[in-house]
């Protein structure tokens, strides 16, 4: 296992060759991983850019810390994800798991037979919540680009969105379409859909494929919707790559 460690920054925090490192990402680094002066470090800022870096001062709720040598990242493969608002421990996999694996932005959703109804605060609350699981998964595995996490969406808003997108795909047991084709002239603009445990209505389905929507199967199997999600994205980005689309490299 890798012994490198990453932490979060902001572009803004950036000064010449130094870092400015304060909040909870400075008792990250020196309560939790307890990191002394003169360790090694890598930074993320989320854009791609990496930076290792050398804790040069410590005081006063900040660290100070001097650019060694800067990376910065190709583009994301340009894949979306729809995940569907389903019990929080599994739902935090869910979007952990696909900011591992990289994807641009995820999307939750309300559906008919989805378990959450919040609203008002409660949105605001689970979203700023969903961005901290993908922030702190991109920082363990070391993935530099930050997904975005929408808005929560209502299933109406998640149809208008479809336009947006030269590829969309359900992942749908009972669907005998196996084949994934994302031709690279179209710009790969995709996005994959995964229904809440009980899957999507039979109106939601409809709706979807009346859009243009495309029902992959993942196998004969009935997955929970995190696995279904990790299966779904990792197919996408596979096929992309195949396809010749930009793909991110990232140097040791």
Known sequence: ?????????????????????????????????????????????????????????IRDGEATLLIRSFFKSEETVPIDMALPLIKAPRLDLAFEKCAEIGVRKVIPYMSERGVWRGGGQDVAHKRERLTRKVVAACKQSGQPHFPEVDQIRDFASLLEMLSTYSRAYLADRESEETAIDVPYNEGGQVLGIVGPEGGLSARERESLVAQGVVPLSLGPFRLRSETAAICLLYRLRTDLQSASLPYPRTRD
């Open 1 to 57: 296992m890798s012994k490198e460690r990453y932490f979060a920054i902001s572009s803004e925090s950036v000064r010449k060759d130094r870092v400015r490192m304060i909040g909870p990402e400075f008792h990250h680094l020196v309560r939790v991983s307890r990191v002394k002066v003169g360790e090694i470090v890598k930074l993320l800022d989320g854009r791609g850019g990496i930076y290792e870096a050398m804790v040069e001062r």
